[in-house]
């Protein structure tokens, strides 16, 4: 008898063949959608991918919608009033911090207590600082360095506002400046720093301020803001600086143009334009 064929085979090829082609034209559809990718939504994607990775970039932000920019500090200082930042500097510089809005009040309280009292001395502020330029004979005689006793009340007043706000000062400069006199026998440098250190005993031993923070420097006749050969001039070299710093004063090149920088190491000095007369000036 003979042996019954076996069954079967017959159409099994075609599913291998129907995958293979399922494959390949799978393929073809990827690289098309390759082809046509949208270039700017990839650049978006891998901008967020950089975001959160930390990687920097250096692409720019023209393509940018407008209104997803932050405003600029200028644009800040410039916009209409009720936009933008809510508080501006003299220059314009955008928000303050709460240590440079703390000493332009204490600027503004000092300013006021000089002009009601009739004292002559310049008031300015600047970020985070204050600075007052005393007259030489509102605290001293000529060739003295013995604090006047009509100098003591002011002393006393201006120290009981700065001892009021002692948590918000780093640091107060008290620079002594003397004026180059014909035939003098007192050494000028002598003179200069002995005057600063009198005003920091008064406010360290008379109203309580931490002697720390009280840093006095001289510098005699060597800085002059005004012509010497003058006795007008001569009365404006002859003068005491005080300079009050904020907490958050920091030295920059920003805060070194326009100074009286007298200190390379450290230049922490005057403005350059508190030479008296400007906006300011309690007369």
């Not at 082609?21 to 390759?34: D, E, G, K, R």
């Not at 916009?79 to 510089?93: I, K, L, R, V």
């Not at 360290?204 to 803001?225: A, F, Q």
């Amino acid at each position: 008898m003979k042996k019954r064929r076996e069954e079967g085979g017959g159409q099994e090829w075609l599913n291998t063949y129907a995958d293979m082609i399922t494959l390949v034209l799978t393929f073809f559809v990827l690289l098309y959608s390759i082809s046509n990718v949208n270039i700017s939504k990839l650049e978006e994607i891998a901008a967020a991918m950089q975001r959160q990775l930390g990687i920097e970039t250096t692409s720019d932000l023209e393509d940018v919608p407008q209104d997803l920019k932050y405003p600029s500090i200028s644009e800040g200082a410039n916009a209409p009033e009720g936009e933008g930042s809510q508080f501006n500097t003299g220059s314009g510089a955008g928000s303050q911090s709460a240590s440079s809005l703390a000493m332009a009040d204490m600027a503004k309280d000092i300013q006021s207590y000089f002009q009601m009292e009739n004292l002559d001395a310049v008031v300015s502020d600047s970020e985070n600082a204050v600075y007052i330029r005393f007259k030489n004979d509102l605290l001293f005689a000529p060739d003295s360095a013995v604090l006047q006793e009509n100098s003591k009340s002011m002393l006393e007043a201006l120290g009981i506002m700065l001892k009021d706000r002692q948590d918000e000062i780093m640091a107060i400069y008290i620079n002594g400046h003397t004026a180059q006199a014909a035939n003098s026998l007192i050494n000028d440098r002598l003179l200069s720093s002995e005057r600063a250190d009198n005003v920091a005993i008064y406010l360290e031993e008379n109203v309580g301020m931490e002697p720390k923070k009280l840093i006095c420097r001289g510098y005699g006749k060597y800085y002059p803001i005004a012509d010497n050969s003058t006795k007008e001039g001569r009365e404006m070299n002859r003068r005491v600086d005080m300079i009050i710093l904020g907490n958050e004063y920091k030295v920059s090149e920003d805060n070194i143009d326009g100074m009286e920088t007298m200190d390379p190491l450290f230049p922490v000095d005057m403005p350059a334009d508190m030479s008296g007369g400007q906006e300011g000036t309690a007369q």
